[in-house]
Protein backbone atom coordinates (compact mmCIF):
# COMPACT_ATOMS: atom_id res chain seq x y z
CA UNK A 1 0.00 0.00 0.00
CA UNK A 2 0.98 3.67 -0.64
CA UNK A 3 0.95 5.85 2.64
CA UNK A 4 -0.66 9.40 2.35
CA UNK A 5 0.97 12.53 1.30
CA UNK A 6 0.12 13.82 4.99
CA UNK A 7 1.31 10.37 6.79
CA UNK A 8 4.51 10.82 5.08
CA UNK A 9 4.75 14.39 5.64
CA UNK A 10 3.73 14.25 9.58
CA UNK A 11 5.98 10.41 10.14
CA UNK A 12 2.40 9.13 11.33
CA UNK A 13 0.18 6.71 9.80
CA UNK A 14 -3.69 7.25 10.21
CA UNK A 15 -5.72 5.03 12.94
CA UNK A 16 -7.09 3.79 9.51
CA UNK A 17 -3.83 2.80 8.26
CA UNK A 18 -2.48 1.20 11.44
CA UNK A 19 -5.06 -0.89 11.92
CA UNK A 20 -5.45 -2.06 8.74
CA UNK A 21 -1.62 -2.57 8.65
CA UNK A 22 -1.79 -4.74 11.82
CA UNK A 23 -4.60 -7.03 10.49
CA UNK A 24 -2.60 -7.39 7.61
CA UNK A 25 0.20 -8.63 9.09
CA UNK A 26 -2.14 -11.03 11.49
CA UNK A 27 -3.93 -12.98 8.42
CA UNK A 28 -1.71 -12.26 5.15
CA UNK A 29 1.70 -11.91 7.24
CA UNK A 30 3.22 -8.98 5.78
CA UNK A 31 2.28 -5.74 4.87
CA UNK A 32 4.04 -3.46 2.06
CA UNK A 33 4.51 0.18 2.45
CA UNK A 34 5.54 1.55 -0.97
CA UNK A 35 8.36 4.31 -1.59
CA UNK A 36 8.85 5.46 2.47
CA UNK A 37 12.34 6.65 2.55
CA UNK A 38 13.26 9.61 0.61
CA UNK A 39 15.28 8.26 -2.57
CA UNK A 40 18.46 10.50 -2.09
CA UNK A 41 18.81 8.40 1.59
CA UNK A 42 18.11 5.09 0.59
CA UNK A 43 21.08 5.73 -2.48
CA UNK A 44 23.65 7.01 0.06
CA UNK A 45 22.37 3.93 1.98
CA UNK A 46 23.32 1.61 -0.97
CA UNK A 47 26.37 3.30 -1.86
CA UNK A 48 27.76 2.77 2.14
CA UNK A 49 26.13 -0.79 1.88
CA UNK A 50 28.26 -1.56 -1.17
CA UNK A 51 31.63 0.17 0.11
CA UNK A 52 31.44 -2.82 3.10
CA UNK A 53 29.94 -5.38 0.71
CA UNK A 54 32.12 -5.27 -2.20
CA UNK A 55 35.50 -6.22 -0.18
CA UNK A 56 33.77 -8.62 1.89
CA UNK A 57 32.39 -10.63 -0.47
CA UNK A 58 36.22 -10.64 -2.32
CA UNK A 59 37.65 -11.63 0.76
CA UNK A 60 35.09 -14.22 2.14
CA UNK A 61 33.75 -15.64 -1.42
CA UNK A 62 34.97 -19.22 -0.89
CA UNK A 63 33.26 -19.69 2.43
CA UNK A 64 30.19 -17.34 1.69
CA UNK A 65 29.40 -19.86 -1.39
CA UNK A 66 30.61 -22.57 -0.27
CA UNK A 67 28.78 -25.75 -1.82
CA UNK A 68 28.34 -27.64 1.54
CA UNK A 69 26.38 -24.71 2.66
CA UNK A 70 23.08 -25.36 0.63
CA UNK A 71 21.90 -22.86 1.36
CA UNK A 72 23.68 -20.49 -0.51
CA UNK A 73 24.93 -23.11 -2.96
CA UNK A 74 24.27 -21.33 -6.62
CA UNK A 75 21.98 -18.57 -5.10
CA UNK A 76 24.77 -15.90 -4.50
CA UNK A 77 22.91 -14.55 -1.61
CA UNK A 78 24.80 -13.19 0.94
CA UNK A 79 23.32 -12.38 4.69
CA UNK A 80 26.15 -9.52 5.75
CA UNK A 81 25.71 -8.25 9.38
CA UNK A 82 25.70 -4.30 9.72
CA UNK A 83 28.08 -2.23 11.86
CA UNK A 84 25.79 -0.13 13.79
CA UNK A 85 27.25 3.00 12.57
CA UNK A 86 25.88 5.85 10.45
CA UNK A 87 24.48 5.87 7.83
CA UNK A 88 22.98 2.39 8.87
CA UNK A 89 21.60 3.22 12.01
CA UNK A 90 19.90 6.33 11.45
CA UNK A 91 16.62 6.46 13.05
CA UNK A 92 14.42 6.52 9.97
CA UNK A 93 15.85 2.58 9.74
CA UNK A 94 16.22 1.36 13.68
CA UNK A 95 13.35 3.19 15.20
CA UNK A 96 11.04 4.22 11.97
CA UNK A 97 7.73 5.90 13.57
CA UNK A 98 5.50 3.51 10.97
CA UNK A 99 7.27 0.46 11.87
CA UNK A 100 7.50 1.31 15.62
CA UNK A 101 3.82 2.50 15.62
CA UNK A 102 3.12 -1.32 14.43
CA UNK A 103 5.65 -3.01 16.16
CA UNK A 104 4.44 -1.81 19.73
CA UNK A 105 0.54 -2.80 18.74
CA UNK A 106 1.53 -6.18 17.82
CA UNK A 107 4.65 -7.29 20.45
CA UNK A 108 4.25 -4.89 23.01
CA UNK A 109 5.71 -1.25 23.68
CA UNK A 110 8.61 -3.41 26.24
CA UNK A 111 9.86 -4.94 22.40
CA UNK A 112 13.18 -5.30 21.57
CA UNK A 113 15.12 -4.65 18.67
CA UNK A 114 17.66 -7.66 17.92
CA UNK A 115 18.96 -8.70 14.75
CA UNK A 116 20.84 -5.80 12.46
CA UNK A 117 21.95 -7.50 9.40
CA UNK A 118 21.18 -7.43 4.98
CA UNK A 119 20.00 -9.90 2.59
CA UNK A 120 21.63 -9.68 -0.81
CA UNK A 121 20.83 -11.15 -3.95
CA UNK A 122 24.13 -11.24 -5.62
CA UNK A 123 24.09 -11.07 -9.61
CA UNK A 124 25.33 -14.66 -11.19
CA UNK A 125 23.37 -16.34 -8.84
CA UNK A 126 21.71 -19.55 -10.78
CA UNK A 127 19.50 -21.08 -8.80
CA UNK A 128 16.41 -20.01 -5.85
CA UNK A 129 17.13 -20.93 -2.44
CA UNK A 130 14.76 -23.49 -0.62
CA UNK A 131 11.58 -22.26 0.78
CA UNK A 132 11.97 -21.77 4.50
CA UNK A 133 10.53 -19.71 7.30
CA UNK A 134 13.05 -17.64 9.25
CA UNK A 135 13.10 -18.64 13.02
CA UNK A 136 12.82 -22.15 13.65
CA UNK A 137 9.81 -23.93 16.23
CA UNK A 138 9.57 -22.17 19.61
CA UNK A 139 8.84 -25.52 21.17
CA UNK A 140 10.52 -27.96 18.43
CA UNK A 141 8.46 -31.10 17.70
CA UNK A 142 5.86 -30.92 20.55
CA UNK A 143 3.32 -27.94 20.34
CA UNK A 144 0.75 -28.65 17.95
CA UNK A 145 -1.03 -25.25 17.54
CA UNK A 146 -0.25 -21.54 16.23
CA UNK A 147 1.15 -19.23 18.87
CA UNK A 148 0.94 -15.66 18.70
CA UNK A 149 3.49 -13.56 16.79
CA UNK A 150 6.88 -13.20 18.73
CA UNK A 151 9.04 -11.82 15.51
CA UNK A 152 8.28 -9.09 13.50
CA UNK A 153 10.62 -8.79 10.25
CA UNK A 154 11.47 -5.49 8.82
CA UNK A 155 13.02 -5.16 5.23
CA UNK A 156 14.15 -1.82 3.50
CA UNK A 157 15.29 -2.32 -0.48
CA UNK A 158 18.10 -0.35 -1.08
CA UNK A 159 16.84 -0.62 -5.01
CA UNK A 160 14.26 -0.99 -7.28
CA UNK A 161 13.32 -5.09 -6.79
CA UNK A 162 11.97 -6.12 -10.30
CA UNK A 163 11.00 -10.20 -11.85
CA UNK A 164 15.11 -9.57 -12.70
CA UNK A 165 17.44 -8.27 -9.88
CA UNK A 166 16.45 -11.25 -7.36
CA UNK A 167 12.94 -10.53 -5.55
CA UNK A 168 12.29 -12.30 -2.54
CA UNK A 169 8.88 -14.42 -3.17
CA UNK A 170 6.74 -14.89 -0.13
CA UNK A 171 3.74 -17.39 0.57
CA UNK A 172 1.55 -15.37 1.95
CA UNK A 173 -1.91 -15.60 3.70
CA UNK A 174 -1.38 -18.61 6.17
CA UNK A 175 2.15 -20.07 6.21
CA UNK A 176 2.88 -18.04 9.16
CA UNK A 177 -0.49 -19.25 11.09
CA UNK A 178 0.63 -23.34 10.86
CA UNK A 179 1.09 -25.04 14.62
CA UNK A 180 4.32 -24.26 16.25
CA UNK A 181 5.74 -27.74 15.23
CA UNK A 182 5.55 -27.00 11.58
CA UNK A 183 8.73 -24.50 11.57
CA UNK A 184 10.81 -27.49 13.57
CA UNK A 185 13.73 -28.77 11.43
CA UNK A 186 11.41 -32.12 11.31
CA UNK A 187 8.52 -30.23 9.38
CA UNK A 188 7.48 -31.47 5.67
CA UNK A 189 9.46 -30.16 3.13
CA UNK A 190 8.38 -26.67 2.57
CA UNK A 191 9.76 -26.32 -0.65
CA UNK A 192 8.28 -29.45 -1.97
CA UNK A 193 4.64 -28.01 -0.68
CA UNK A 194 5.26 -24.15 -2.16
CA UNK A 195 5.55 -25.75 -5.40
CA UNK A 196 1.82 -26.23 -5.79
CA UNK A 197 1.34 -23.45 -3.88
CA UNK A 198 0.70 -19.56 -4.64
CA UNK A 199 3.74 -17.42 -4.45
CA UNK A 200 4.52 -14.21 -4.97
CA UNK A 201 7.47 -11.92 -5.64
CA UNK A 202 8.34 -8.94 -3.57
CA UNK A 203 8.29 -6.31 -6.14
CA UNK A 204 9.00 -2.94 -4.69
CA UNK A 205 10.49 0.59 -5.03
CA UNK A 206 13.42 1.21 -3.50
CA UNK A 207 13.20 3.01 -0.07
CA UNK A 208 9.71 1.06 0.52
CA UNK A 209 9.22 -1.09 3.79
CA UNK A 210 8.08 -4.28 4.67
CA UNK A 211 6.81 -5.63 7.91
CA UNK A 212 6.48 -9.64 7.93
CA UNK A 213 6.12 -12.20 10.65
CA UNK A 214 9.29 -14.14 10.21
CA UNK A 215 7.11 -17.37 10.10
CA UNK A 216 5.68 -16.92 6.61
CA UNK A 217 7.35 -18.76 4.02
CA UNK A 218 9.86 -17.39 1.79
CA UNK A 219 13.00 -17.58 -0.22
CA UNK A 220 15.33 -15.88 -2.00
CA UNK A 221 16.15 -16.18 -5.96
CA UNK A 222 18.92 -15.52 -8.73
CA UNK A 223 19.87 -11.96 -9.34
CA UNK A 224 19.70 -12.10 -13.58
CA UNK A 225 20.65 -7.93 -13.33
CA UNK A 226 24.83 -6.73 -12.93
CA UNK A 227 23.96 -5.11 -9.67
CA UNK A 228 23.52 -5.79 -5.96
CA UNK A 229 19.82 -6.45 -4.47
CA UNK A 230 20.25 -5.82 -0.83
CA UNK A 231 17.52 -5.14 1.39
CA UNK A 232 18.07 -4.00 5.26
CA UNK A 233 16.73 -6.71 7.59
CA UNK A 234 16.02 -5.99 11.31
CA UNK A 235 14.12 -8.04 13.71
CA UNK A 236 11.76 -6.98 16.51
CA UNK A 237 10.95 -9.39 19.00
CA UNK A 238 8.77 -9.79 21.82
CA UNK A 239 10.35 -8.85 25.20
CA UNK A 240 11.99 -12.15 26.41
CA UNK A 241 15.25 -13.22 28.57
CA UNK A 242 17.76 -13.07 25.48
CA UNK A 243 21.68 -12.73 25.04
CA UNK A 244 22.08 -9.16 22.94
CA UNK A 245 24.17 -9.30 20.17
CA UNK A 246 24.30 -5.90 18.30
CA UNK A 247 27.94 -4.16 19.20
CA UNK A 248 26.73 -0.27 20.73
CA UNK A 249 29.58 2.11 21.42
CA UNK A 250 28.11 3.95 24.33
CA UNK A 251 28.89 7.04 22.97
CA UNK A 252 26.44 6.30 20.28
CA UNK A 253 23.90 4.55 21.91
CA UNK A 254 23.54 8.06 24.17
CA UNK A 255 23.17 10.22 21.01
CA UNK A 256 20.07 7.71 19.83
CA UNK A 257 16.41 8.99 20.02
CA UNK A 258 15.02 7.95 23.19
CA UNK A 259 12.64 5.38 21.36
CA UNK A 260 15.88 3.68 19.74
CA UNK A 261 17.58 3.47 22.85
CA UNK A 262 14.59 1.83 24.80
CA UNK A 263 14.50 -1.02 21.79
CA UNK A 264 17.88 -1.64 21.96
CA UNK A 265 18.66 -1.61 25.67
CA UNK A 266 19.17 -5.44 25.73
CA UNK A 267 22.49 -5.44 22.91
CA UNK A 268 25.87 -4.99 23.90
CA UNK A 269 25.80 -1.15 24.61
CA UNK A 270 29.66 -0.02 25.32
CA UNK A 271 31.50 -2.82 22.58
CA UNK A 272 33.29 -1.11 19.87
CA UNK A 273 31.42 -1.19 16.30
CA UNK A 274 31.38 -4.97 15.26
CA UNK A 275 33.19 -5.62 11.80
CA UNK A 276 30.91 -6.39 9.28
CA UNK A 277 30.58 -10.37 9.28
CA UNK A 278 28.51 -12.99 7.32
O1 LIG B 1 16.09 -12.30 -0.93
C1 LIG B 1 15.99 -12.05 0.25
O2 LIG B 1 16.23 -10.94 0.74
C2 LIG B 1 15.59 -13.17 1.18
C3 LIG B 1 16.80 -13.94 1.59
C4 LIG B 1 16.52 -14.93 2.66
O3 LIG B 1 15.41 -15.25 2.95
C5 LIG B 1 17.63 -15.53 3.39
O4 LIG B 1 18.80 -15.39 2.98
O5 LIG B 1 17.34 -16.18 4.42
Not at 46 to 57: E, M, R, V
Not at 131 to 141: E, I, K, L, P, Q
Not at 234 to 253: D, K
Request: some cysteine; proline content about 8%.
Amino acid sequence: MRLSAEELESGKLSPETLELAIQLIKVNGYVLFEEVLPRAQVDELFNSYAAILDPYFEEHREEILNPKNGFNDGTNHVRLYLPFEKPFCDEAIIANPFVTAIVDRILGEDCLMTYFATNTSMPGGKKSQPVHADTSSRYGDKYEANLPIANLIVNYPLVDVDENNGPMEIWPGGTHLHPDNWYAPNAFNKSKLAEHMHGIKMLMPAGSILIRDDRVWHRGTPNKSNKHRPNIALIYSENRQREGTIQIPQETYDQLPVKAQRLLRNEKIGFPVAAPKH
